[in-house]
């Protein structure tokens, strides 16, 4: 009886695992016939016509329960994630800086580096060939999450 049991639970199985999981790839539903027609094999061997008849019906029973359950959305909503995502990314520089203000290059710009104006540091493009670190800089534009500089005078 538990060879028997175990057949019809892995003949379902493979019958979600067909149907969810791997949906039109044959092997879950080959799998699943398989365990199946044996687990009738030996409902008919063991128990005779009427354990070998009951052991069909349970299989169909089985199968039209599983594959019920498998396409129904609310089985699958409790696996879902449901997490909201409430963050965002980080803010435009254009809407922080205004064309004009003055900041310091912290790194080496050629033409890109980082630059820092009023204590927070920003992404930054020279309009110049090359501005060393530690030199003045002056805010004449942006460019996406880009400040556009130049020295400053």
Avoid: H
């Avoid at 027609?37 to 409902?43: E, K, L, P, S």
């Amino acid at each position: 009886m538990g060879l028997l049991t175990l057949l019809l639970v892995l003949g379902a199985f493979f019958l979600v695992a067909e149907l969810v999981f791997l949906p039109g790839t044959i092997l879950g539903a080959l799998l699943s016939l398989t365990s199946y027609g044996v687990a009738i094999y030996f409902g008919f061997a063991k128990y005779g016509l009427v354990g070998g008849i009951v052991t069909i019906f349970v299989a169909l029973i089985l199968s039209l329960l599983v594959t019920i359950l498998s396409l129904r959305a609310k089985t699958w909503q409790r696996f879902a994630l449901k997490d909201k995502l409430m963050s965002t990314s980080s803010s435009l520089p254009a809407d922080e800086l205004k064309v004009g203000d003055v900041g310091v290059a912290i790194s080496r710009l050629s033409p890109m580096g980082k630059i820092e104006v009023d204590g927070k540091s920003y992404e930054a493009k020279s309009t110049d060939a090359y501005i060393g670190p530690k030199i003045r800089v002056q805010v004449v534009g942006f460019e996406n999450f880009t400040v556009i500089v130049r020295r400053a005078e």
